[in-house]
Structures are given as C-alpha cells and as structure tokens.
C-alpha cells in the first residue's frame, strides 16, 4: 500500500522523516541525551498511509527542518518533541505528538506547542504551493516516561479506549514505560 498523495507530497517535504507506512511496521523512536533514562520506544503499526518524522533532528545551529526553529533563538519556539507520526484514516489527518522523558515528566508543553505549530505550518504550504488540502482532524499528545528496565517485558495488547484522545499540550496522554519500550500505534489511535 502506497501513501496518500497528499501524505506523500508532505512526506517530500520534510527533511527529518523517519518511517513510512508503506515500507515499515514501525517506528523506532530514540533520546539521545547522555542524561536520559528512556532512551528507546518502538511503535509497532500495521502498513497504512502514515508516516512519522523527528523535528528534534530538523532544529539545532543549522536548523534543517526550519531557521524558525534554530536553538541559538532565546523564544519557546525553538523547541520540539521527540517524534511525530501523521496518520491518514478515511482522507482525514491525525497527528500523534509523542515525547520520551526520563524520570518526572516535565517541560513538555513548550515542545508540543511548537512542533504543533510547524505541522500547521507544512500542512498550509502544502495546502498553498501544492493544491493539497489534509485536513487535520484529530491532534494527540504522548508523554512516554520511565525508562527503568524491565525485569518482565510486558506489552498491553488490546488498547485501552480514548486515554489518548481529547488530550492537549499542557494535559498529554502520559504512559509509564520501560526501557526499552514496545507499544502499539492503535493504542494511540483509540
């Protein structure tokens, strides 16, 4: 299954994709922080039209995914979450916002505001240059924090409904995690 025309078109867009729907079963999200405990989550999804991109990889001095977002600036705007994956469902967008923290998670909503704003922002240029509307219906928010390792690696199979929905950047959906982590892309989805 090949992406949406539209998502493939964003795909093209965006210097810091990580994984597509048409090629992988997941996506592999990495804290490169010396200081971080929760270093590794894999998503596991089914082939779809979906693909996840890494805006902490885009930003730094040279700011490859935007200059609006170069570190050197003093302004919240600089700031960005871990991963992002945009999932087409019935031509319409779901953006999941996730973000992996050691310990007590904190210091969150920052990142998700701007990375939320960039979104927008591609899925405007797309709409503006390119004659592509996606309409984003649905914006979730994912705290993945912990990173102690497991003593019993278990993974929930069947997804507990709505935790994940109706969340916002200041009230994410937060999940305890191991390290290293596996969970399921329809848990975020539900």
């Not at 997941?26 to 779809?48: C, D, S």
């Not at 969150?108 to 996606?134: C, N, P």
């Amino acid at each position: 299954m090949a992406l949406s025309a539209e998502l493939d078109a964003l795909h093209t867009s965006l210097s810091c994709c990580t994984y597509r729907g048409d090629q992988h079963t997941h996506v592999l999200i990495e804290e490169h922080g010396a200081l971080a405990k929760l270093k590794k989550v894999t998503l596991t999804a089914p082939n779809g039209d979906w693909f996840s991109f890494d805006p902490d990889k885009g930003r730094g001095n040279t700011a490859l995914m935007s200059p609006l977002l170069a570190v050197a600036r003093s302004h919240n705007h600089h700031r960005a979450c871990d991963c992002v994956v945009l999932v087409g469902r019935l031509g319409k967008l779901t953006a999941i916002y996730i973000d992996l923290k050691s310990g007590n998670p904190k210091g969150y909503a920052g990142q998700f505001k701007s990375t939320r704003q960039f979104v927008r922002y591609a899925l405007g240029l797309l709409a503006e240059f390119h004659g592509l509307a996606l309409n984003l219906d649905d914006e979730r928010y994912v705290v993945l924090h912990g990173g102690q390792p497991a003593l019993i690696n278990k993974t929930t199979t069947v997804p507990k409904p709505g935790k994940a929905a109706n969340t916002t950047p200041n009230n994410p959906y937060k999940r305890e995690v191991t390290n290293p982590a596996r969970l399921y892309l329809k848990e975020l989805l539900a």
